[in-house]
């Protein structure tokens, strides 16, 4: 997130796009809640009309899949109308040209007809959200998980940018992360492209930093694999050994049969977790991993803010500390590292070796932690980005994008498009919540939620077993019929191995981020007891 | 905006325009009881313990939901403010099952009168937040004696139809902060005041059980509830706050970071509660972040390394174990180079595991083939 969470209780407007906010990020939908009791003004864009748009004084019904096309449009009308911010676009930012270029192709009636929406409306969402400086733009993984996610999230950008609405408190782009540190994962290196802190590892000069601060010579220069790249080239036999550590793949990942396959092709895998899972299955060796609350450190949150995790209770068995592991492996190898507490680790690596983090030490984070970027030990951390419109390459660059359709759309054999994404009880596989006490009560199933009037074209009953059906796989599931899913939608999670959407999701991905398509694939649904369908089974 | 003057127990005190009573008198650090006032809600007035007596007003105005004004004259424990806390306290817990009246009045019989209550509790214990109870606080404080009035419990049975939250209308004050919470604080609607009078009751969805309205068990209600009315399902009568510590941390579950108080007891997490003031949640949790903590204690946990033999596994030594791997990675690395091996992080667990595994990787594996689920 450019910005902070604070900020969202006095923001004076929200543009919330591909976001169930109320479900995957409860608490910070409560300060948009605030905001708009206080009179901000909310605009939710999602095929879905879910709880928040409750509270928008406008929900923008997009298909699937639509949102360059409407992004682009919106972005038509308020450089036809000359309704963008044009003194931040001439003092702040480069390629105007190439940007109003390629929208002024994307006309209202050109975009409405793949958006599903009406000419009108796209002109009134450009005439609202240039009312108000600053918005506040709010995004999650309905813009990233698509083949076109990163043009996806390039548009939030250009979008913003024309509206001047970046480097200001309660504006920005702002995506909500979906796993407790997934922000510090990257943060960390955990990234095939970059050593802790975003440092490039095809630079030579910061290579050589690591190897010094590393005491070791000849770190690689080349890019790494992504996770799919990995996973295929386990069938490959590019890849013989695999280290999985604290996920389970075989049910996360798009695709379940093609999962199992390419995890049941692993010469050797070690997997590192707390629990026995699905992927586990496929392990050669399972190591015990000590918890959440049994060890200390750190987590970084969407807005960059670190923040202290402590022990509570001690781990169970013979479990380690992760971080004991990794370096319990090193030694073997003739490693012998010298921090012996994630603090050690922090203070004397990590704050000295990422820019970004060097004001960050322990003694810092007693409190409500600190935000990056900080420098130096006297910096009180950053709330807001690119303050004054000054980002971090100089100008803010322009990046057109052009609209392109899910790879897989619907046709006659597979009629209706599914979509995926997370309810509020659960979280992921639900080796955690799964195991909580009452959880499964409140919700201990998975449902296909279908419009009302595929249900009652299909004859189907709110409640009913159906068949759900993709080029991949096929499930059971019992149809849930809600007016939140438009017409010719379906809608599920991953929260449970049966019916889990992964065995109908389509293994495509953003060519550059490699991020699966979760929210667009083509399936059919059935009743189970059509005659014809029970043929086939 | 300009500072104005009133006085507070003879004190001068400044006060900005708009500003109660009550938030003046707080700014200033002079205390006055609250029961129903939650923090950045709108006052209102219901359970009347936070009167003071203004100079030159017939009546005791609610410093909650009074405006402070120029040269107005409060006292906060004057002896009238005393006697009308003791008797909305009186009144109070003579309205409920509230079984920490130790200073009974009457005819003394305290023994008698917890028997009975934890008789009618359905339970052999103290009231389940003994210890942690604003209303018990408030009664020792002004030594309230009850027995001047008619005790009794409500006409509303205990709801613990749902797993998380006991809600037990026989310990409600009707102070409505759980109102307040769930309408202004989490916004989610699910709770109102429902009937009139000695009938008055919290009810959800038209008076149905929690679980069957738009409550999505937040646990915003508990943390607001001053009383035993609202209560963890899990923690009932197994948390005692004497015998608890606390520790800060951060939640496992979304990316919004979450802080958590953990009430430690015997070396386990007995509940959760949001940090009030702190960044980013203000002390708001969700169902996940206030309920899904004892994951950590299933049995199902991995408690040693395991080693695949044919289909099965078997229990090995950390020795046994990281030797194996560290010798397959070897060979591996040795036959087919650095880029043969791979690894995906965890972006649940903390930075400094996720540091560790890509140092792993990049300076002794000598491979960028390093990655995690950033992007989904």
């Known amino acids: 997130m450019t910005n902070s969470f604070n900020e969202f209780a006095r923001a004076k407007m929200f543009l919330v796009i591909g976001s169930n906010m109320t479900e995957a990020h409860p608490v910070a939908s409560t300060f948009v809640k605030n905001a708009v009791l206080k009179g901000a003004r909310l605009i939710v864009v999602d095929p ?367 009629p209706l498009v599914l979509s995926t994404g997370r309810r509020l009880t659960h979280y992921h596989t639900r080796t955690q919540t799964g195991r909580c006490e009452g959880l499964n009560d409140i919700l201990g199933e998975e449902t296909a939620d279908i419009s009302p009037a595929d249900a009652r074209a299909l004859n189907i009953a709110h409640g009913e077993m159906i068949r759900v059906a993709s080029r991949r796989g096929e499930i059971k599931v019992k149809a849930n019929v809600t007016d939140m899913v438009p017409k010719g939608m379906v809608w599920m999670a991953f929260h449970f191995r049966e019916a889990n959407a992964n065995w109908l999701t389509n293994a495509a991905f953003d060519e550059i981020t490699m991020t699966a398509e979760y929210k667009a694939c083509a399936v059919r649904i059935e009743k189970l007891t059509d005659p014809a369908s029970m043929a086939r089974v | 905006m300009t500072q104005q003057k009133m006085m507070i127990n003879g004190h001068e005190v400044l006060f900005s325009p708009g500003q109660t009573i009550l938030e003046a008198a707080e700014a200033a650090g002079i205390w006055i009881p609250t029961l129903c006032h939650l923090k950045g809600t709108t006052p209102t007035g219901a359970c009347r313990i936070c009167v003071v007596e203004v100079a030159g007003a017939r009546t005791l105005p609610t410093a909650c939901s009074t405006p402070a004004a120029p040269g107005m004259a409060v006292q906060t424990e004057s002896p009238r403010v005393i006697e009308a806390r003791r008797l909305i306290l009186e009144l109070m817990l003579s309205s409920g099952n509230h079984n920490c009246a130790a200073l009974n009045g009457g005819d003394g019989d305290w023994t008698g009168f917890q028997l009975g209550v934890q008789d009618s509790d359905g339970s052999g214990e103290l009231c389940p937040v003994w210890g942690d109870c604003k209303l018990q606080d408030l009664a020792f404080r002004y030594q309230v004696k009850v027995g001047r009035f008619q005790s009794h419990e409500g006409p509303y049975p205990q709801e613990l139809a749902n797993p998380l939250i006991v809600r037990d209308f026989s310990r409600c004050i009707l102070c409505g902060r759980c109102v307040q919470a769930c309408n202004e604080v989490q916004v989610n609607r699910a709770i109102s005041f429902g009937y009139r009078g000695a009938l008055s009751k919290i009810v959800a969805a038209g008076d149905r059980p929690l679980a069957d309205s738009e409550c999505v068990f937040c646990g915003e209600c508990i943390q607001a509830c001053p009383v035993g009315a609202l209560v963890e399902k899990k923690a009932r009568y197994r948390w005692r706050p004497w015998e608890t510590t606390t520790v800060r941390t951060t939640c496992p579950y979304c990316g919004v970071g979450c802080q958590q108080l953990l009430h430690v007891q015997d070396g386990r997490i007995a509940k959760v509660t949001g940090v009030e003031g702190a960044e980013p949640n203000q002390g708001r949790l969700c169902v996940k972040g206030c309920f899904a903590y004892d994951f950590i204690y299933s049995e199902d946990r991995l408690r040693t390394p395991l080693i695949r033999e044919g289909g099965d596994f078997r229990e090995a030594s950390w020795d046994e174990a990281l030797d194996l791997v560290a010798s397959r990675f070897k060979e591996i690395i040795a036959a087919s180079g650095p880029d043969a091996v791979a690894g995906v992080s965890c972006a649940r667990s903390i930075n400094e595991d996720s540091y560790q595994m890509q140092k792993l990787f990049r300076s002794v594996f000598k491979t960028n083939n390093i990655d995690h689920c950033a992007r989904t």
Not at chain 1, 92 to 102: E, R, S
Not at chain 1, 178 to 199: E, H, I, K, S, T
Not at chain 1, 302 to 329: C, D, L, Y
Request: proline share 6%; net charge negative.
């Open chain 1, 48 to 414: 879905r009309r879910h709880k928040l748009a409750d509270f928008a004084e406008l929900h923008v019904p997009i298909r699937v899949g639509s949102d360059i096309a409407f992004l682009n449009a919106v972005m038509h009308v308020l450089i036809a109308e000359g309704w963008y911010d044009k003194k931040f676009v001439d003092s702040c930012t480069v390629d105007f040209d190439k940007l109003a270029a390629t929208v002024m192709r994307y006309t209202p009636e050109y975009a409405a007809d793949i958006c599903g929406i009406s000419a009108v409306m796209i002109r009134d969402v450009a005439r609202r959200i240039s009312s108000v400086h600053p918005m506040m733009l709010c995004y999650t993984l309905g813009i990233t998980e698509h083949t076109c996610g990163t043009r996806n999230v390039m548009s939030t950008a250009n979008l913003q940018m024309l509206l001047g609405n970046m480097g200001v408190e309660c504006g920005g782009v702002n995506p909500l992360r979906g796993q407790n540190n997934v922000q510090g994962a990257c943060d960390m290196g955990a990234l095939p492209n970059v050593f802790p802190g975003y440092q490039k590892v095809g630079d030579l000069a910061l290579r050589s930093k690591f190897e010094r601060a590393w005491g070791v010579d000849g770190l690689p220069a080349h890019n790494g694999l992504m996770i799919p790249q990995m996973m295929e080239g386990l069938v490959s036999g590019q890849v013989r050994a695999f280290y999985i550590f604290g996920e389970n793949l075989a049910n996360t990942e798009p695709d379940i049969h093609k999962v199992e396959h390419e995890l049941a092709s692993a010469e050797f895998l070690v997997v590192q977790d707390i629990f026995l899972n699905e992927t586990t299955r496929f392990a050669h060796v399972i190591l015990p991993a000590a918890a959440w609350s049994e060890n200390d450190g750190t987590f970084t949150n969407s807005e960059r803010r670190v923040s202290r995790v402590r022990t509570a209770s001690p781990a169970p068995g013979e479990a380690k500390p992760n971080w004991w592991i990794f370096q319990q492996i090193a030694k073997r190898f003739g490693h012998e590292w010298t921090a012996n507490s994630a603090r050690e680790i922090w203070d004397n690596e990590v704050s000295v070796l990422a820019p970004q983090l060097c004001g960050i030490k322990y003694h810092r984070l007693e409190g409500d932690g600190l935000q990056w970027p900080c420098p130096d030990e006297n910096h009180p951390g950053t709330c807001f980005l690119h303050r004054d419109g000054h980002f971090t390459c100089g100008l803010g660059i322009f990046t057109p994008a052009e609209w392109t359709p899910p790879a897989e759309v619907p046709d006659d054999t597979y």
